[in-house]
């Protein structure tokens, strides 16, 4: 997977990650092409030797259907599953899917042995949508309001919402960058869109400060390319 720099996204990463006294939010968007080359081509060649890459595997509920309301008007919108609580992905998505990770978490984690059940398929980019914005409202208040409508349209201009298929990861919180005693939540999305051969991946974490055990610098929040 190739990162793909993007001055708008970098811009929205600085924007978001904030630094709320004994609370703090980081955010990361990033755009990734899904056109491999070298290592990248050898090790997705060696998988795809594993097995058929159109061969399918479970998924689990989608991460935003469980959070909503069964009475809201959310729940009712359309779905590109029928049953989205019994969801599937082929191997080849899969692989993009941990791939994303691995780039996006570089000699930090490796992501390379995922099982399919930490993934989800969303519903629908608007469920997710929607999901996030909550998410981000309640801990930014006034200030994601403010910037809300800004982040939507550079988001539909690097991936095409409407050409995406959504993603989500929800590993065992334990394990992996969003496993800590501070985190009070944390969400990853994959917007995958096919005909562009890109994923943007949108992350964020919420913590708690006055239960982190060791101290916390907020410029660790910054990554290269900077943070959703």
Not at 135 to 152: I, P, T
Not at 153 to 168: A, H, K, P
Request: proline share 4%; aromatic share 14%.
């Amino acid at each position: 997977m190739k990162f793909l720099q993007d001055t708008d996204l970098d811009v929205i990463n600085s924007h978001l990650s904030s630094n709320l006294g004994d609370q703090v939010v980081s955010c990361r968007l990033e755009s990734y092409s899904c056109k491999m080359a070298g290592e990248d081509k050898r090790l997705y060649k060696a998988y795809a030797n594993e097995g058929d890459l159109r061969d399918l595997a479970m998924l689990s509920p989608p991460k935003t259907l469980l959070s909503a309301s069964p009475s809201s008007s959310f729940m009712s919108a359309s779905s590109e599953e029928a049953d989205p609580f019994n969801s599937v992905c082929d191997r080849k998505t899969l692989y993009y899917l941990r791939s994303t990770l691995n780039a996006a978490f570089e000699d930090d984690y490796d992501f390379s042995g995922a099982k399919s059940e930490e993934f989800s398929l969303e519903p629908s980019p608007e469920f997710a949508k929607t999901f996030i914005n909550n998410r981000l409202k309640a801990a930014l208040g006034e200030k994601y309001n403010r910037f809300s409508a800004d982040l939507w349209l550079v988001i539909d201009r690097v991936i095409t919402l409407e050409g995406c298929t959504v993603y989500s990861y929800n590993p065992d919180l334990e394990s992996g960058p969003f496993g800590d005693e501070s985190s009070l939540w944390s969400f990853c999305f994959f917007f995958y869109n096919r005909q562009l051969r890109r994923i943007l991946f949108f992350t964020s974490k919420f913590q708690n400060l006055s239960t982190c055990s060791s101290p916390f610098n907020f410029e660790d929040v910054e990554v290269e390319g900077l943070e959703l």
